[in-house]
């Protein structure tokens, strides 16, 4: 049972050197780490990438899974890959922890390109990795605690030591008084935390959460995803999160790289790609969680003239900010109304859409109105007419 749970881990459940077990390293320890049994240099340009990947492709018979990923992940920050299923999102997390091996590219971690290593060699690296699961993969026969400790014991590490670091782990997720439960007992978010506890045991660079939160309710999920920013901000830790959810994308990334077909098709600062989304998919992607035109007015759109134009306003940073509507009333004098829309808030960045109606029989007050807007940052588009108000 046990091999076939350790097969499926990968990451940093392997044996192999015995790491240190302090609560911070040097610069010099880390690498020492990792290059244990490794002959390729550390490579000097990239310190402070703790992932980098280079032109990836691999393929399955006809089919693309990955087709030229090129990405980092900076060390500290929490990048956000998100795509529909069988975009490509879980072949490269296992070509990360070198479960899968690339057609071609390069995948660097901490410095060193490990597409080429083999099984010995990776196993010193794989231990830089931490791994949070979607259905947990806790051992049902083992206690709470035992499966924290359970990488530093396949590691070799003491019992007394293994339990000191299980007991400081279960502290850190809240779970102290649940060290020795099995995990029948506990609720999907309590067997969650235990596999980010576990995934921390090792004291990784990296943390890779594979869907951790798709299998929990909305409440749950946001506890986690709180303490996942908790750790990042407590401990530095550097984050991969693979998802589907957007909602997951905005709680907590830095930066989201967008997948589809094996491609990325975007990237950038998340408030950045909230604002003004580039490409089909990531509007798509969006479309749950930006505001949309209601159904009862967009059913009602069409081309051509109308009574009514109706107006689509995207704000973000420094535009959003603006009193953006009662500086157009004072400028552009005519009418027009605010029928839906608002301004949230993402990274701290102000964000908003705005749908607006303006009377369409002054082709010249729609054509001011619209590049007074665009003048002041905001982006444009006309989605339709309608007959009569809204």
């Known amino acids: 049972m046990t091999g076939a749970w350790l097969a499926e881990m990968g990451g940093p459940l392997l044996s192999g050197p015995p790491s240190r077990l302090r609560g911070t390293e040097t610069e010099t320890e880390m690498n020492q780490h990792v290059t244990a049994g490794l002959a390729d240099p550390v490579e000097p340009t990239r310190r402070g990438d703790v992932v980098r990947l280079?032109?990836?492709?691999?393929?399955?018979?006809?089919?693309?899974?990955?087709?030229?990923?090129?990405?980092?992940?900076?060390?500290?920050?929490?990048?956000?890959?998100?795509?529909?299923?069988?975009?490509?999102?879980?072949?490269?997390?296992?070509?990360?922890?070198?479960?899968?091996?690339?057609?071609?590219?390069?995948?660097?971690?901490?410095?060193?390109?490990?597409?080429?290593?083999?099984?010995?060699?990776?196993?010193?690296l794989r231990r830089r990795i931490g791994m949070v699961f979607q259905h947990f993969n806790l051992l049902s026969a083992k206690t709470v605690e035992d499966?924290?400790?359970?990488?530093?014991?396949?590691?070799?590490?003491?019992?007394?030591?293994?339990?000191?670091?299980?007991?400081?782990?279960?502290?850190?997720?809240g779970l102290s008084e649940k060290a020795k439960a099995y995990p029948a007992?506990?609720?999907?978010?309590?067997?969650?935390?235990?596999?980010?506890?576990?995934?921390?045991?090792?004291?990784?660079?990296?943390?890779?959460?594979?869907?951790?939160?798709?299998?929990?309710?909305?409440?749950?999920?946001?506890?986690i995803l709180a303490l996942l920013k908790d750790i990042n901000s407590r401990l530095g830790l550097t984050i991969l999160l693979i998802?589907?959810?957007?909602?997951?994308?905005?709680?907590?990334?830095?930066?989201?790289?967008?997948?589809?077909?094996?491609r990325i098709v975007e990237e950038g600062a998340v408030w950045q790609v909230f604002a003004d989304p580039k490409s089909e998919i990531t509007r798509s992607l969006l479309g749950g969680i930006r505001p949309q035109l209601p159904p009862e007015i967009a059913s009602r759109l069409a081309a051509g003239e109308g009574a009514?134009?109706?107006l689509r306003i995207d704000v973000a940073?420094?535009?959003?900010?603006?009193?953006?509507?009662?500086?157009?009333?004072v400028s552009v004098p005519g009418a027009f109304r605010l029928v839906h829309g608002?301004?949230?808030?993402?990274?701290?960045?102000?964000?908003?859409t705005l749908f607006v109606a303006v009377p369409g029989a002054d082709a010249r007050h729609l054509a001011a109105v619209i590049a007074f807007l665009k003048n002041r940052g905001a982006r444009v588009e006309v989605l339709g007419h309608v007959a009569g108000p809204v």
């Open 317 to 329: 940073g420094e535009a959003a900010r603006r009193p953006l509507l009662s500086e157009l009333s």
């Open 54 to 124: 280079v032109d990836l492709k691999r393929r399955f018979g006809a089919t693309a899974a990955l087709d030229g990923v090129s990405l980092t992940v900076k060390k500290g920050e929490i990048l956000g890959i998100i795509g529909r299923s069988g975009a490509g999102k879980s072949t490269l997390i296992r070509c990360l922890n070198g479960l899968e091996r690339a057609d071609s590219g390069e995948v660097f971690i901490e410095g060193r390109e490990i597409s080429r290593l083999g099984e010995r060699e990776l196993q010193p």
């Open 185 to 223: 007992s506990l609720s999907g978010g309590q067997k969650q935390r235990v596999g980010i506890a576990r995934a921390l045991a090792a004291r990784p660079a990296l943390l890779l959460s594979d869907e951790a939160t798709s299998a929990l309710d909305p409440e749950t999920t946001r506890s």
């Open 243 to 262: 998802t589907h959810e957007m909602e997951v994308i905005r709680s907590i990334a830095d930066r989201v790289a967008v997948i589809d077909a094996g």
């Open 308 to 310: 009514e134009t109706i």
């Open 342 to 352: 608002g301004i949230d808030h993402v990274q701290q960045q102000p964000v908003g």
């Open 147 to 173: 499966n924290v400790a359970l990488p530093l014991k396949i590691e070799g590490r003491p019992r007394a030591e293994r339990m000191a670091r299980a007991a400081e782990l279960l502290q850190l997720v």
